[in-house]
């Protein structure tokens, strides 16, 4: 497998005003064509600085990031980034929404509002296309949001805790709303979440990142077969693994 995402030797280290902070140390991540990788680590260990920096929205100290054998020096059109919150503009529909980027990045519109509009179906939300964000949910406005990063068709896409504001039965519903959609779009994921089930549930990989200064200490196999189903949750391979990983972050 080629990989769409090269991490190799990534480091980061910020002033602070007690001196010089290491957040990240000889990072080394690859991330294949497709493939859906999992990241978890505790509170402060630059998971989500590694993201920005895969996103290029910041740049590191030291190493080299490259995205389909190109250096990432800026964000680009080849990757797409949700974050915790999606961030909806109020006064617009949710297709128009969806819509925001092919106006940003100077896309065929015509094409774009088809697309859009297979992404809303894809996401299920077809319906709502003429709502605003304010008569959704919580859980139905981060769909909008993954669909908005879906239009520009981006090869890799980095999730930063997408569903770390939901409950607990709409933050399910969108783990299994987010299998369907990699099941369909085929995309190279970076995912960072602090829910060990649910990296497992949704992860072909997980790494496992170190306390600060964030250094990857684990790549581990997820040896469960797709598509994943409720099911899923009672398989003894799904209890190994959740099993070892917890064992993992209750040794540091």
């Not at 280290?13 to 859906?36: K, N």
């Not at 389909?68 to 909806?88: A, E, M, Y």
């Not at 779009?185 to 072909?204: M, Y």
Request: charged share 20%; net charge neutral; proline share 7%.
């Amino acid at each position: 497998m080629s990989a769409a995402l090269s991490i190799r030797g990534v480091g980061l280290t910020y002033p602070t005003r007690s001196g010089q902070t290491e957040a990240l140390a000889d990072v080394d991540v690859d991330i294949g064509e497709g493939e859906f990788v999992a990241l978890l680590g505790p509170s402060g260990c630059g998971k989500s600085t590694l993201l920005r920096l895969a996103a290029g929205l910041l740049s590191p100290t030291r190493g080299r990031i490259t995205l389909n054998g190109h250096p990432v020096d800026g964000p680009s059109r080849g990757t797409g980034v949700v974050f915790q919150k999606p961030s909806l503009l109020p006064w617009k529909t949710v297709r128009e929404n969806v819509l925001l980027p092919a106006r940003t990045q100077g896309l065929d519109l015509c094409r774009a509002k088809a697309r859009a509009d297979q992404l809303l179906e894809l996401v299920g939300l077809t319906t709502f296309a003429g709502n605003y964000p304010f008569e959704l949910s919580g859980g139905m406005q981060q769909r909008v949001g993954i669909a908005r990063m879906l239009l520009p068709d981006p090869a890799l896409l980095l999730m930063d805790e997408p569903f770390a504001a939901l409950d607990a039965l709409s933050r399910e519903t969108l783990t299994f709303a987010l299998q369907d959609i990699w099941s369909v779009q085929r995309k190279s994921v970076l995912f960072i979440t602090h829910s060990i089930p649910e990296a497992v549930f949704l992860a072909d990989r997980i790494l496992v990142m170190s306390p600060r200064p964030g250094r990857i200490v684990e790549s581990l196999q997820n040896p469960l077969a797709r598509p994943r189903s409720v099911d899923t949750f009672d398989h003894p391979d799904f209890t190994a693994l959740t099993q070892h990983l917890r064992r993992h972050f209750n040794a540091h």
